[in-house]
């Protein structure tokens, strides 16, 4: 990055150290004055501190208030447990079937040409516009009694509405487009180049898949689950339409927090919250880190590339 | 950036008669997501595989529930589908969403874009975990995030305690609603943003500065201009997302009809009343709605991809 800043001309704001090797000069003709840098950082640090990092704590602050036996008292507690192992449930199902589907999108968009490529990744993305609401509503639409497809469930007795089948496909619906998304622009950036090679050595195609493809992708595919998973233990406005908020069956973690707090069950509630906001922390983390090691193959990558595609 | 040369070689090796020189001509492509570059002929396989698996799939889970709406409005008439969508309620929740979405994509434009450019240009410490947590919106259940605020800001909270003096209430106000709507576009502009910023040319800013530019001009005619696109981009994201969130909105807005609900609270109440026509025909309009911002994103997006190419080239 060019953006090298002198640190003894930030001294004044913030103590910074120059990484050593960086040259620690600053073209001055494109910096701004230090009063500019302090009140713009400031302003940057005022505003994430109000929407960030002050409701991040206050999760935690206000499920710890009452001490540490009350915290795991509240999650301990039957009705929050079942919610746990509901959500748990629900991703171990969600994710990977969109997993899948993530890999056979991205295999179909990024190795091949074929017409209404266009339209096929707009569909894709198609559940991210949609509010959470009406991903719950056209299930309802769906199953519920007055559905299309009621009065024979009923018929044959058969509950998806306002049961776990319901809540999976809602999750299903809104975490559709996680994995694909990442997996496509990193696939058309990779080429297929060296699965042409593989295949050209007499490899066949699951085989060439196996270990060539998905060894590529391995990062990505992870970080498309990591969001993906995210996604579908935290889902609310989609799970809490289909989901008929059935205490102990049909509560996953999230709807479990809005009955506590509406109970004014704040404590409880908060401290059921906070398993979500660590799971939101961790997938943060791994999503870092991730993307450093992306960063790191994707550079690997374009230099092999160049080494190999010298200009004769 | 490094830059890299598109394939040629390779695949006209699997197939000596594919393309003509001028295909075969060296191709100066950025690394970014958006490089395509045509492959002559189907070599690998798995194609029908992958793509009727992927058609199914999407048939299955996306397009069928979703054309279940389309279906649903068709039981109405149209004057009944009128007047579910306009019924003075109904137009209420549409002014506070549509408003509030549109003054919290504003904020996160001036806001986000402040702290997309401290993220590029300067070096404080712990950048790096306040640019991870820059993304925790995303990762938050949005019922997390509501409870959160809402305690935050109602008159005893840890922030509106000192907001109630001053006669601002937030907390089960349309301004509650705001505040809940700035926090989950708050990514947005941020992440479409600094990409941008880093790819800006610190040369252009330097020749600018050598030909007598102030630090103040450049930024208007030289790194303003470059921004734009990708500003606008931001702020459509940020406002599609805003219209239809619901988890943070419901506990902090207070849900007063005609003051402080939604619309999407609103489709909640009437599928809870079992008017699933008059639910189903708001969802309609919301959904239409959705689609032309997604359109426009997309516009905007190509528009971006061509000045940021432009700009190299």
Not at chain 1, 22 to 48: G, K, Q, S
Not at chain 2, 47 to 69: C, E, H, K, M, N
Not at chain 2, 250 to 277: C, H, R, W
């Given at each position: 990055?060019?953006?090298?800043?002198?640190?003894?001309?930030?001294?004044?704001?913030?103590?910074?150290?120059?990484?050593?090797?960086?040259?620690?000069?600053?073209?001055?003709?494109?910096?701004?004055?230090?009063?500019?840098?302090?009140?713009?950082?400031?302003?940057?640090?005022?505003?994430?501190?109000?929407?960030?990092?002050?409701?991040?704590?206050?999760?935690?602050?206000?499920?710890?208030?009452?001490?540490?036996?009350?915290?795991?008292?509240?999650?301990?507690?039957?009705?929050?447990?079942?919610?746990?192992?509901?959500?748990?449930?629900?991703?171990?199902?969600?994710?990977?079937?969109?997993?899948?589907?993530?890999?056979?999108?991205?295999?179909?968009?990024?190795?091949?040409e074929f017409r209404g490529k266009n339209i096929l990744l707009t569909l894709i993305d198609l559940p991210f516009s949609v509010s959470p609401v009406i991903s719950g509503l056209i299930y309802v639409l769906l199953f519920g009694l007055q559905g299309y497809f009621g009065p024979w469930l009923r018929a044959h007795d058969i509950k998806i509405l306002f049961a776990v089948p319901g809540i999976v496909l809602a999750t299903v619906f809104v975490t559709f487009p996680f994995v694909a998304r990442e997996l496509i622009p990193l696939m058309q950036s990779q080429g297929s180049e060296e699965e042409e090679a593989a295949l050209v050595l007499g490899a066949s195609g699951w085989k060439t898949f196996w270990h060539v493809t998905l060894p590529n992708i391995k990062w990505g595919l992870l970080y498309g689950v990591i969001l993906c998973n995210a996604r579908a233990m935290g889902e609310f406005g989609a799970v809490s339409v289909v989901s008929g908020h059935i205490r102990g069956e049909t509560n996953t973690i999230p709807l479990q927090v809005e009955i506590l707090y509406n109970e004014f069950n704040i404590v409880g509630a908060f401290a059921v919250a906070s398993l979500l906001a660590s799971l939101a922390l961790v997938t943060l983390a791994i999503k870092s880190f991730i993307e450093w090691r992306l960063h790191h193959q994707l550079t690997a990558h374009q230099a092999a590339y160049a080494l190999n595609h010298q200009p004769s | 950036m490094p830059l890299y040369r598109g394939r040629q070689t390779a695949p006209c090796q699997l197939q000596p008669d594919a393309g003509t020189d001028k295909t075969k001509?060296?191709?100066?492509?950025?690394?970014?997501?958006?490089?395509?570059?045509?492959?002559?002929?189907?070599?690998?396989?798995?194609?029908?595989?992958?793509?009727?698996?992927?058609?199914?799939?999407?048939?299955?889970?996306?397009?069928?529930?979703?054309?279940?709406?389309?279906?649903?409005?068709?039981?109405?008439?149209?004057?009944?589908?009128?007047?579910?969508?306009?019924?003075?309620?109904?137009?209420?929740?549409?002014?506070?969403?549509?408003?509030?979405?549109?003054?919290?994509?504003?904020?996160?434009?001036?806001?986000?874009?402040?702290?997309?450019?401290?993220?590029?240009?300067?070096?404080?410490?712990?950048?790096?975990?306040?640019?991870?947590?820059?993304?925790?919106?995303?990762?938050?259940?949005?019922a997390v995030a509501g409870i959160a605020l809402t305690t935050l800001y109602s008159a005893n909270g840890w922030i509106g305690r000192y907001l109630e003096p001053?006669?601002?209430?937030?907390?089960?106000?349309?301004?509650?609603?705001?505040?809940?709507?700035?926090?989950?576009?708050?990514?947005?502009?941020?992440?479409?943003?600094?990409?941008?910023?880093?790819?800006?040319?610190?040369?252009?800013?330097?020749?600018?500065?050598?030909?007598?530019?102030?630090?103040?001009?450049?930024?208007?005619?030289?790194?303003?201009?470059?921004?734009?696109?990708?500003?606008?981009?931001?702020?459509?994201?940020?406002?599609?997302?805003?219209?239809?969130?619901?988890?943070?909105?419901?506990?902090?807005?207070?849900?007063?009809?005609?003051?402080?609900?939604?619309?999407?609270?609103?489709?909640?109440?009437?599928?809870?009343?079992?008017?699933?026509?008059?639910?189903?025909?708001?969802?309609?309009?919301?959904?239409?709605?959705?689609?032309?911002l997604l359109l426009t994103i997309n516009l905007l997006q190509a528009w971006a991809r061509q000045r940021g190419r432009a700009g190299k080239v």
């Open positions: 990055m060019s953006a090298i800043i002198s640190a003894a001309a930030l001294v004044n704001v913030t103590p910074v150290s120059v990484p050593r090797g960086e040259p620690a000069y600053a073209p001055a003709a494109t910096l701004e004055p230090v009063w500019v840098r302090a009140l713009l950082i400031l302003i940057a640090f005022a505003f994430l501190t109000l929407f960030l990092f002050v409701p991040l704590i206050a999760v935690f602050y206000e499920g710890l208030r009452k001490g540490w036996d009350v915290y795991v008292a509240a999650i301990f507690e039957p009705d929050a447990w079942s919610a746990i192992k509901l959500t748990l449930l629900t991703a171990l199902i969600a994710v990977p079937l969109n997993l899948v589907f993530g890999v056979a999108a991205a295999w179909t968009i990024a190795k091949f | 001509e060296v191709r100066v492509l950025t690394v970014s997501l958006a490089i395509v570059s045509k492959p002559p002929q189907r070599v690998l396989p798995g194609f029908r595989l992958s793509l009727g698996f992927t058609l199914l799939y999407l048939t299955l889970i996306v397009l069928i529930p979703l054309s279940a709406i389309f279906l649903k409005t068709f039981t109405l008439t149209w004057a009944g589908f009128v007047d579910a969508v306009t019924s003075p309620r109904v137009m209420a929740s549409y002014r506070l969403t549509f408003g509030a979405s549109l003054l919290a994509a504003l904020v996160n434009v001036v806001f986000g874009g402040i702290v997309a450019w401290v993220l590029v240009r300067y070096k404080f410490p712990g950048k790096r975990i306040v640019d991870a947590l820059v993304d925790l919106p995303f990762a938050l259940p949005t001053l006669g601002i209430k937030v907390a089960f106000t349309p301004l509650g609603v705001l505040i809940a709507l700035t926090f989950i576009g708050l990514p947005f502009v941020v992440r479409t943003v600094q990409p941008v910023l880093e790819d800006t040319e610190r040369e252009l800013e330097e020749a600018a500065a050598s030909l007598g530019a102030s630090r103040l001009q450049t930024f208007a005619k030289v790194i303003f201009p470059t921004v734009f696109p990708a500003l606008l981009t931001g702020f459509a994201l940020a406002f599609a997302r805003a219209t239809g969130e619901y988890g943070s909105v419901v506990f902090i807005a207070g849900n007063m009809p005609m003051v402080s609900e939604i619309t999407p609270l609103f489709i909640v109440t009437k599928l809870e009343q079992y008017d699933y026509a008059g639910a189903t025909a708001i969802a309609v309009v919301m959904l239409v709605v959705s689609f032309l």
